[in-house]
C-alpha cells in the first residue's frame, strides 16, 4: 500500500540554524500538507501546498518557514532560522483531492532545537 | 473561535466491551468530521470520514455518528481488543485545504 514517507526521523540543530525536513507524499495525490504536534499537545495545520503553490496557511507558518516542491516527487518544508519553540514533531500529508479527502501522513519528523 | 473538545481523560475499559469516544464542536458548520488513529511519536491514520448528511458511517467494528444539531460526534468501538488502544483524534475541515484536530482522547484497552 503506498504511503508517504519523510526524512529525517529525528533531527537535532542549534537554535538559529536552518533545517529542511523532507517528504515523499504519495505518487498520485495533488494536495501536500505540513502539520505540527508539539510535545503533548494537539496536530496543528501549518500549511497546504497545491499546483506548486500555498493554497492556505496558518498563523503560525510565518516568514520563517517555506515549503517547495523541487521535483516531481518531493515535498520539503525549510525553517530558516529555529527557534527553542520550532521544537516538535512535523508530519507531512497528501491527499488525492482536496481535505475533504482522506489526509494520508507520514510517520513525522522529530526535531529538537537547542 | 472555532473549538473542538475532545475527553481530555483516558478511557479504560475491558477487553471484548464496547469503547465510545465523544467529539463536541463549536462555532463551526463542518461539512464533514474525521477520525483518525495515533499512536506514540508516529501520525495519523485515517479511520472514518462522515459527512454532514449522514448520521451514521460504520467500518468493521468501527462506528460513527454525526449530529449537526448537537454539534456531536461519537466514535464507537465494538468488541474491543488490546491493539486498539491509541489516542483517537478528532477532525474538522478549517477551510477546505486543512483539519483542525481535537486533542484527543486516550483509550486504553485491557485483557
Known amino acids: 500500500e503506498p504511503e508517504v514517507t519523510q526524512t529525517p526521523s529525528h533531527q537535532v540543530t542549534q537554535m538559529g540554524q536552518e533545517v529542511i525536513l523532507r517528504c515523499v507524499p504519495i505518487s498520485n495525490h495533488l494536495y501536500f500538507y505540513w502539520y505540527r504536534q508539539i510535545l503533548g499537545q494537539k496536530v496543528e495545520f501549518l500549511v497546504s501546498f497545491y499546483n506548486n503553490e500555498i493554497s492556505e496557511k496558518s498563523e503560525i507558518f510565518d516568514d520563517q518557514f517555506s515549503v517547495e516542491r523541487p521535483d516531481g516527487s518531493n515535498f520539503t518544508l525549510k525553517i530558516r532560522s529555529t527557534k527553542l519553540e520550532d521544537s516538535a514533531m512535523y508530519f507531512c500529508?497528501?491527499?488525492?483531492?482536496?481535505?475533504?479527502?482522506?489526509?494520508?501522513f507520514g510517520p513525522g519528523t522529530r526535531l529538537t532545537v537547542l | 473561535s472555532q473549538k473542538i473538545e475532545q475527553n481530555s481523560e483516558a478511557l479504560n475499559i475491558q477487553e471484548g466491551k464496547t469503547a465510545t469516544l465523544t467529539c463536541n464542536y463549536t462555532n463551526y458548520s463542518p461539512a464533514y468530521l474525521q477520525w483518525y488513529r495515533q499512536d506514540p511519536g508516529r501520525g495519523p491514520v485515517f479511520l472514518l470520514l462522515i459527512r454532514e448528511n449522514e448520521k451514521e458511517k460504520r467500518k468493521e467494528r468501527l462506528k460513527v455518528t454525526f449530529d449537526t444539531t448537537l454539534k456531536q460526534s461519537l466514535f464507537h468501538i465494538t468488541a474491543s481488543q488490546p491493539a486498539d488502544s491509541a489516542t483517537y483524534l478528532c477532525?474538522?475541515?478549517?477551510?477546505?485545504?486543512?483539519?483542525?484536530f481535537g486533542k484527543g482522547t486516550s483509550l486504553l484497552v485491557t485483557p
Open positions: 477532525a474538522l475541515d478549517l477551510s477546505g485545504y486543512a483539519l483542525n
Open positions: 500529508a497528501s491527499s488525492l483531492y482536496i481535505s475533504t479527502d482522506t489526509q494520508y
